[in-house]
């Protein structure tokens, strides 16, 4: 029997179970580890400049493609503290990570070594499983352990923590016998199937609402093979977004309080029977008020995790099914009915849907100056094409952007659905650039987002990553402003001043150009909306030449709106802005404006 380390033998089974790429920090507690990263090989290594964006890089690293899991490494005390917010990202949107850190020797786990901390206990709560490996026999058991948790059921994050003692101990391991522990995944019976259906087949008005489960379950191809048999709309969640492309004519657009659509909110109000697929039925979804959500409609339920099913409200029927089983079921079961001339004809309904999203829409044609944030996104849908993959995490320019661009493929919006924490979108991209590096990003954030974690730009520069990075800066925290405005106050969320290096900027206060290019990439100021469109081209341009971030700044007016329920309920969003009612208004809306 072959004899290594622990640490080697661990980094032999990343290996075996697929891992070839890592983000990390390396320390004194976690160097075995590293050493063994080198001395096995195989495994390519992104060196972050804060733990908590290795493990944001890792987060986007596996929502960029399916299969992946990211893992970040990170020595003992606040390296695992640090990574906490990633693990909480992870787990909250069903998200496999593995995050291995470093420990001080088990003989002082309870002496209070330096930067020694119980990172097991603390990261239990967002994690499916975590672990400090007192035994370096366990070690192998424990990774394998942790890849059959982070792919079965309803997949998220597992933390390893490892000693240094244990690290370096030598242990009996084969990797030619090693084989990963079989995936579990539930599965829809063919009776369960029939039922889920008979609901959505009896109704007058039926709805899709496709989740990212579906996504998670790489399964979006038999999501639209079952909508175009049964000829019944989709309303896509935010983490589902993709699974339809939005010019499909059953695409109905998304539902909420916030990240929504007008015409999608109209079609939903509409519908008598909804079949949920992989979703969590999120507050985001449905608001607080689950009166007007529910109204008299059915609901039927799918979803990998038994404990969902009813968490938020009781739906008519449930099914504990993996989204890509239950799909498959239900397609076969469609095709059948089909055959047999039962399916009934929901081709009227599918037609009123696309009639609202021709009618219900907002404007995006501003000529202001400073410039509306709308038309940054109107120009957006004009530069970056079909197969661009848009990274995000919060703000206003996330809800701004769910409501006015355009996603057509899996994976192409990659968002932090619930956890949202400022500065996640750089790391994320860095991540999703590492795994996927043919498909075309484009990350979004405000300012204050971009300025939580603006020192990963300088990882993209360092190793390479070339992607645009839209900045829409108000100087403002602009979400939490508008929340504000419920209390009549307006307290702690001005980032305005003048900067006494560049007085042209005025109140804008930070210079992101010149940070932007101090960290290694390179960055272009848009102050004239007409002038936006040119700068998308040039930054292109720019980072397919230079191979690193290019970074387009557009100032924006300092107060902007963006229209949202004031009552956290979907039936009563409020318009703030003024509506499109020629075709000039919204020109790069998925359907033409019918007036």
Known sequence: MPRMTAAAAAVEILKLEGVDVAF?????????????????GGISHTLARHVEGASHMAEGYTRAKAGNIGVCIGTSGPAGTDMITGLYSAIADSIPILCITGQAPVSKLHKEDFQAVDIASIAKPVTKAATTVLEAAQVPGVFQQAFHLMRSGRPGPVLIDLPIDVQLTEI????????PLPVYKPAASRAQAEKALSFLLAAERPLIV????????????????????????????????GTIPDDHPLAAGMVGVQTSHRYGNATFLESDSVLGIGNRWANRHTGYNLDAYRGDRT??????????????????????????????????IAKELKAEGKLPDFSAWAASAQERKATLQRRTHFDNVPIKPQRVYEEMNKAFGPETRYVTTIGLSQIAA??????????????????????????????????????????????????????ELAVAAQHKVPYVHVLVNNAYLGLIRQAQAGLDINFQVNLEFENI??????????????????????????????????????????????????????ILERVTNISMSKTVDMSDVTEFEELATEPGHAPT???????
């Open 299 to 332: 609901f039927v339920h799918v979803d990998i995790e038994p404990t969902q099913i009813g968490k938020i409200f009781p739906p008519d029927y449930g099914v504990v099914s993996d989204a890509k089983a239950a799909l498959e079921l239900f397609v076969e």
């Open 402 to 455: 769910a409501q006015f661009l355009h996603v057509y493929n899996k994976r192409n919006w990659i968002n932090c659905g619930q956890a949202g924490p400022l500065g996640w979108t750089i790391p994320a991209a860095i991540g999703a650039a590492t795994a996927d590096p043919e498909t075309p990003i484009v990350a979004l954030s405000g300012d204050y987002d971009f300025q939580f974690m603006i020192e």
């Open 172 to 179: 009996e391991f084969d990797p030619e016998t090693y084989q």
């Open 501 to 554: 290096n560049t007085p042209e900027l005025g109140v804008y206060g930070v210079d992101h150009v010149k940070v932007a290019e101090g960290l290694g990439v390179k960055a272009i100021r848009v102050t004239d909306p007409n002038e936006l469109g040119a700068a998308f081209e040039e930054a292109k341009k720019l980072a397919a030449e230079y191979r690193v971030p290019v970074v387009v700044e557009a």
């Open 589 to 595: 809306a998925i359907k033409a404006l019918q007036v």
């Open 24 to 40: 990390g920090v390396p320390g004194a507690a976690i160097n075995p580890f590293y050493k063994a990263l080198k001395l096995v």
């Open 210 to 241: 496709a989740g990212g489960g579906v996504i998670n379950a790489d399964a979006t191809e038999l999501l639209v093979e079952f909508a175009e048999l049964t000829g019944v709309p989709v309303i896509s969640t935010l983490m589902g977004w």
